[in-house]
Every structure is written in structure tokens, then in C-alpha cells.
């Protein structure tokens, strides 16, 4: 199982952008799925979660202006982010706390916890 992260770039103040994150592999069920982020110099924050019933909580930063949601038959957990500001700037990281998959080597089923993906940089600059 990997989680593959994309859609971040250099956008201007006030600007949007969407990150993707995508889980493969034979997936059964993946629990709470969420955004973290890391700015220079600062330790990894949580963004915003979303449970498989689509509960959500967000990092009081962000509001208002960030929006989680998830496609459960795609694996998939997005992040719509607007009116972004300089203090947005960071590694955006996703997450997944729990995932239970199939084995593509052994064939048996497994419940893995933590799992993180590569991280894609977000710059919001003028």
C-alpha cells in the first residue's frame, strides 16, 4: 500500500489550489484520512481529518478557507484550499491512520496503522 500526494505548487496570495492524495493497492477499508503540514524550522501540524463517515475537524488556521472531503471507492482524500496566505507555505502531508489491505506477496489480509505519503510543497507567494 502507498499513499501518492499531488497538486502542490506556487500560487499567489489569495490564490487556491486542490491537493489529491490517492492510496493503492487491494484496500478493503481505510479509517480516518487526513491532511498535515510542515513549515520550515516547525513541527508537523494537523490540517484537517475526515473520517470514513465523513466527519471533518480543521486546524483553527484554516477554517473557513480549507475544505476535506474523500471519494471512498477511489481510496482518495482531497483538500480544496483557498485564500491562501503566506503562512500557508509548507510540505503538505497526507495520512492515513488505518488501513486494511490484502497482501499482493503473501495473499493475506492485514490492518496497517499510520500511513503517510510523500509530501508535496505548497508556496503561496507574490
Known amino acids: 500500500v502507498q ?3 499531488s497538486g502542490g505548487g ?3 496570495p489569495g490564490g487556491s489550489l ?3 492524495c490517492a492510496a493503492s493497492g487491494t484496500i478493503f477499508s481505510i479509517n480516518t484520512m487526513g491532511w498535515y503540514r510542515q ?3 516547525a513541527q508537523r501540524e494537523l490540517v484537517a481529518g475526515i473520517t470514513s463517515g465523513g466527519s471533518t475537524n480543521y ?3 484554516v477554517k473557513d478557507r480549507f475544505t476535506i472531503s474523500r ?3 477511489k481510496n482518495s482524500v482531497y483538500l480544496q ?3 491562501l496566505t503566506p503562512e500557508d507555505t509548507a510540505v503538505y502531508y ?3 491512520d488505518q488501513i486494511t489491505y490484502r497482501s499482493n506477496r503473501t495473499n493475506r489480509i492485514f490492518t496497517g496503522y499510520d500511513w503517510w505519503g510523500q509530501g508535496t510543497l505548497v508556496t503561496v507567494s507574490s
Open 94 to 96: 497526507c495520512n492515513a
Open 71 to 73: 471519494d471512498n471507492a
Open 81 to 83: 484550499m483557498d485564500s
Open 18 to 20: 486542490r491537493l489529491s
Open 39 to 41: 513549515a520550515p524550522g
Open 10 to 12: 506556487l500560487v499567489q
Open 59 to 61: 486546524a483553527d488556521s
Open 3 to 5: 499513499l501518492q500526494a
